[in-house]
């Protein structure tokens, strides 16, 4: 989980100024860009996840389709902060952006599409946050009891050249109750849908968390995708729609 950020001396135009650039990039964190295949992402922690499945004495392989048939036990996982979805959202590669800072800078290449504040998570003993495609929530339910959850896959070009991308990512961080915000980002100067390596690479989430002392949420109603778009590229449509 490098950030991934680079600084160069050249563009800055005192000590000072790079002293205050370095510190304003290095408050947010870069993990791998996420391939939402399943069309959705879900925002967990493997130890609080893991807990909570035994408890209720779980034993399904494919998690996904498991809650898609005890709904009781899906919108239970959201109340509790157990684990978040964000979907409905189209299959692209999505840049992943972490901060714990109190001011939020967005990242240099991209603007703010949306915002929405205050969704609640539990990080358990084991101190890591992962930001997993549904389809890996589906499949590999084995590598999330192992709190593995960095994996990649592979995708091919039209000349049959592999791509490599990824499907989970995690990032340390520790135990103990948070509040976040939730960015939709694109980017400034997007790339051309005639450019096939990167057309689906435009958008990005940013996630801005504070520790909290209580588990009160409202993460019910946040989470709500009939009353939501966490689509960037449909929020972005709908709003230039509304503005014509």
């Not at 135009?13 to 964190?29: A, F, G």
């Not at 996840?49 to 389709?65: G, P, Q, T, Y």
């Not at 999330?144 to 000349?159: L, P, R």
Request: charged residues 30%; negative net charge; hydrophobic residues 30%.
């Amino acid at each position: 989980n490098v950030n991934k950020v680079e600084i160069t001396a050249e563009r800055c135009s005192s000590p000072n100024h790079y002293e205050q650039l370095k510190r304003k990039n290095m408050s947010i964190k870069e993990l791998n860009s996420i391939y939402a295949f399943g069309y959705g992402l879900f925002i967990y922690s493997p130890g609080t996840f893991n807990e909570w499945v035994k408890e209720k004495k779980c034993r399904a392989k494919k998690m996904l389709s498991y809650l898609d048939k005890h709904k009781d036990m899906f919108l239970e996982m959201i109340a509790k902060g157990i684990a978040l979805p964000i979907y409905q959202i189209p299959t692209y590669q999505y840049s992943i952006y972490i901060t714990t800072e109190k001011d939020v800078n967005i990242p240099e290449d991209w603007e703010q599409v949306y915002l929405y504040k205050d969704w609640f998570i539990t990080i358990g003993t084991d101190d890591k946050l992962c930001f997993s495609s549904f389809e890996f929530f589906e499949e590999h339910r084995d590598l999330i009891i192992k709190s593995q959850c960095v994996f990649t896959g592979e995708v091919f070009d039209i000349n049959d050249n592999p791509h490599s991308f990824y499907h989970s990512d995690e990032i340390q961080m520790p135990k103990g109750n948070y509040r976040f915000d939730v960015y939709g980002l694109k980017r400034k100067h997007p790339y051309s849908g005639i450019d096939r390596e990167n057309c689906n690479k435009n958008y990005a989430y940013l996630f801005a968390f504070r520790k909290v002392d209580n588990d009160s949420n409202e993460n019910i109603e946040r989470c709500d995708n009939d009353t939501h778009i966490f689509s960037i590229e449909e929020y972005w449509e709908e709003v230039h729609n509304n503005e014509r």
